[in-house]
Every structure is written in structure tokens, then in C-alpha cells.
């Protein structure tokens, strides 16, 4: 199962065979007041500062949300989005839980970008879904419904099969569906970890769909989240994950997605892994 994800000048294949898809999530208001200030006052430099360092830092795709209070994201979104995919090669993954902004941002967006996302809310189905078809985008589906974020792994494989049989029934390819299994914080449900990884492996192999998953959140409140978070990155590669929305930035998470790979036989002659290396020590050299 392919996915093909394309920027301006690049192309991007999500699959279990490939080396593991970073979308960079630093462009994103949450808990970020330089960023959204940037946000608010339209400083385009700084944000595409932003997406220029996340890509020199190894993201592959990145990950475009400008939701917070007193931004009207159906304006900016698409405004933001169409300066990122100029000023950086790789595709664009567009975050909100606002179609009208989903659909003026795919309007301006080159390539073939990610749609973020639908969940398994109808009110949802009925928007998204439609939009991935009529524009020809993979989208993001996260495993929640009406109910909320199912605790056990059952329900959440269950809804999965509901989105993915209705995108189906759209014409959407099945390629194109991209299941995000939502990691909570450790630190309030110590079975969120357990949950989150089985419902991978069990959607990558009973549905053949690739995963995404957004890791950060796993190890808020605790210390050392470092620590945790690559933790996570390690375990996931071995359950079916495909892509991981992360902070590229981090040094260690990019390290560890490649150490992963390179050992579950997803990076051929340790290429990626060694080439991130002697990147690295040159950045270092020219710094010194
Ligand atoms: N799944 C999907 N999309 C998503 C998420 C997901 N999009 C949004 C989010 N979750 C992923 N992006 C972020 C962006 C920032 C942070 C977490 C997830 C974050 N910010 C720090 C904070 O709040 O403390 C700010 C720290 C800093 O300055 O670096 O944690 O799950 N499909």
C-alpha cells in the first residue's frame, strides 16, 4: 500500500516497506507565543524560517495548522500554505478541523498535499471526505467518533473500517486513507501506550492501511520527555507505524526514527542513517 504525497518538486511514498515519513509539527500556535504572534502579525519570514529548518533537520513533509484564538483560519490558512509550498520543496500536510479552511488552503496548495484530517464523526465524513475525492489528496482519519477517543482497541479498529468503507463507497482509494491511532498522555492512562500500538498493528495488517500518528502529547506532564518520546518512536516502527507528525528539530527523534528503520531493514546500507550522520558532524565542524 502506497501513498504518494507530492510537494512543488518532490514526491513523497508513505509505505510499510519505506523509510518511516516525518511531518514536521512545528508549524502550529499550540503552546508556541513567538509563533503565534508571527501568525497574527503576518511575519511570513519567520514562518518560513520555520518550515526551511524543519526540512534541514530531516522532515520529509510538513505539517501546516494556524488554529488559535482570533485567527480566522479560513483566511490565513491558505495563506500560509501557499507561502510554505512555495519556499520549501516538500509536500504539505494542512491541519484543521475546519473544512472551509481545508478546502480554501487544498485550493492554492501545488502538488499533491495531505489532507489533516477527518475523524469518524459524520459531520465530519460528510466534509472531509469529499473534499480528498473532488481534489484527489490522501487524508489523515483519526479514530474517534460521536463518542469521543475510544479507550479499548476493538472500537477504534472498528472505526477505521467505518472510514475506510465509506471513503471507499466515494471512490477514494484505500491508498489515500491514512489511519492516525491517537496517542494520549501516558501520565493520565497507562494504557494509552498499549491501546495506541495495538491498534496499529492491527489496522496495518487486517486493513493493509499505512499509520500516522501525532507523538508528542504521549509524554506530556512528565519529565525527561525526551526520553519517552523516543521510547514511542522505537516501539511504533515495529507496529505497522508509517509516519510520525514530530519536531524534526529534536535531534534524538530523528536519530531514533533512523536507527529504526535501519534496523527493521527499511534503510538499505544504513544510507539514511549514516548520511544524517556525516550531516550532522559537518554542521557541527562548520559551527566550530
Ligand atoms: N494527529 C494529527 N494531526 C495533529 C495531531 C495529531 N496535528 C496537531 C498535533 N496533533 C500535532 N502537532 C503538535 C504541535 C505542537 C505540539 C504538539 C503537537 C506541542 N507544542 C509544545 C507544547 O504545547 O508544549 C510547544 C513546545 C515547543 O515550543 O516546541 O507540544 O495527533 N493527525
Redesign the pocket.
Known sequence: METVVEGKNSRVIISKTAPTVIIG??I?P???KRLTAALKDRDFDFIIREAIRQVEAGAHII?V?VGASGIDEEELLPEVVKRVADAVDVPICI?SSNPAALEAALKVCPGRPLL??TTGEEKSLVTVLPLAKKYNVPV?A?VNDERGIPKDTATRVVIAKKILDRAVSLGIAPEDILI?V??LPIGADTETGKVTFDTARRVSEELGLNI???A??VSHGLPDRKVINTAFFALGAACGMTAY?A?PTVVEITQTILAADLLLGKDEWAGNYISFYRKKEASKNAAA
Do not use: A, F
Request: aromatic share 0%; hydrophobic share 30%.
Open positions: 509539527e512545528r502550529n499550540t503552546g508556541k505539517d495548522n491541519d489533516n484530517s489523515i483519526l492516525d491517537l496517542v500516522v500518528v501525532g508528542s502529547n507528525i519536531d
